[in-house]
Nanobody, 129 residues
Framework: QVQLVESGGGSVQAGGSLRLSCAAS????????MGWFRQAPGKEREGVAAIYTTGGQTYYADSVKGRFSISRDIAKNTVYLQMSSLKPEDTAMYYC???????????????????????WGQGTQVTVS
């Protein structure tokens, strides 16, 4: 079955960096959307970044553009989220998820919407102080 296992979370000072990893198994890693989401206490889960594993197209929330970078290693079935210039407001539980590519009319894309992702990891905590 599909398994997604996140790692790399921790505590860091503002301005610091962390790299999250998501190891995927149980399905064909190529030709799928992989996303990173986060949820802070009392807030809804929100999409942070997504990548189409075959073509490598990336998508980012405005709040993290220029600071976060999503990438994948197809040989390792792993997706990464490199986070830099971290802010206290980045504090949250971060989740990796597998989703469906959508037809936007002019082309396919990976959404940052939670509803389009059906498989989730257990999460890894990121705390920025």
């Amino acid at each position: 079955q599909v398994q997604l296992v996140e790692s790399g979370g921790g505590s860091v000072q503002a301005g610091g960096s962390l790299r999250l990893s998501c190891a995927a198994s149980g399905y064909t890693f190529s030709s799928t959307c992989m996303g990173w989401f986060r949820q802070a206490p009392g807030k809804e889960r929100e999409g942070v970044a997504a990548i189409y594993t075959t073509g490598g197209q990336t998508y980012y929330a405005d709040s993290v553009k220029g600071r976060f970078s999503i990438s994948r290693d197809i040989a390792k079935n792993t997706v990464y989220l490199q986070m830099s210039s971290l802010k206290p407001e980045d504090t949250a539980m971060y989740y990796c998820a597998k989703g469906t590519r959508l037809d936007g009319g002019s082309g396919y894309y990976c959404s940052l919407g939670v509803r389009w992702y059906g498989y989730w990891g257990q999460g890894t905590q990121v705390t920025v102080s």
